[in-house]
């Protein structure tokens, strides 16, 4: 049974059984919140959802991370189980979460707040900081994650020569950056401090 953090069951969300071998099986939840593996062979098995890779996916999970049995994502963490051909997912029971959400305030090295910094956690796709320097990433998976910064089109700040891209807690791009934690349900604020350019 697939339920949203309040205990709704919830319908059309993909369902995956990675096996041993990882050739895995997919099913797709019904309207009940209840899934069926077909052709599945018996052996052991992880069992996750995934709310936001399917068309079928209501609007109203689209806000939800991915999750596995036992609440391990990704995938490789998650334990096993045995199933049986046919399975129902009966006592699978995973219920979604929002996650948690990371809060980055960009700023110059006085404190000044800078607009238009695109900020990427664990390098997908940014998101650029307003005028008041601030992004919040949220639905990101509980665990740790890198946070770096394009500073190509920042304005604001006291450096007319704009300044220079990096990762979280002053690592230049290309370093190792350092980890952020990320609990789910809670938001963890960090601030990053640009160097002025040339």
Same mark, same amino acid.
């Given at each position: ?9 919830? @319908? @059309? ?20 919140? +209840? ?32 999750? #596995? ?29 929002? @996650? ?27 998101? +650029?900081?307003?005028a008041d320097g601030v992004v919040t990433t949220q639905r990101l998976e509980q665990g740790v994650h890198t946070v770096c910064l394009d500073? @190509? ?13 990096? #990762? ?31």
């Amino acid at each position: 049974m697939i339920t949203d953090p309040s205990g709704h069951r919830v @319908g @059309g969300l993909v369902v995956d059984a990675y096996p041993t071998n990882n050739v895995f099986v997919t099913t797709t939840t019904k309207a009940d919140g +209840s899934y069926t593996f077909l052709g599945l062979a018996p052996g052991a098995y992880k069992v996750c959802v995934y709310p936001y890779q399917s068309d079928t996916t209501p609007p109203s999970a689209n806000q939800y991370i991915n999750s #596995c049995y036992h609440d391990d994502y990704p995938h490789l963490g998650a334990p096993n189980l045995p199933l049986t051909a046919a399975h129902l997912g009966t006592g699978i029971d995973i219920r979604l979460s929002n @996650g948690g959400a990371i809060k980055t305030t960009v700023t110059d090295t006085a404190g000044h707040p800078l607009t238009g910094v695109v900020v990427r956690v664990d390098n997908f796709a940014g998101t +650029s900081t307003g005028a008041d320097g601030v992004v919040t990433t949220q639905r990101l998976e509980q665990g740790v994650h890198t946070v770096c910064l394009d500073a @190509g089109g920042a304005t604001g700040g006291s450096s007319p020569g704009g300044y220079v891209d990096q #990762c979280y807690n002053g690592v230049p791009v290309g370093g190792t950056p350092t980890k952020v934690p990320v609990t789910t349900g809670k938001t963890t604020s960090i601030t990053a401090r640009l160097a002025a350019a040339g």
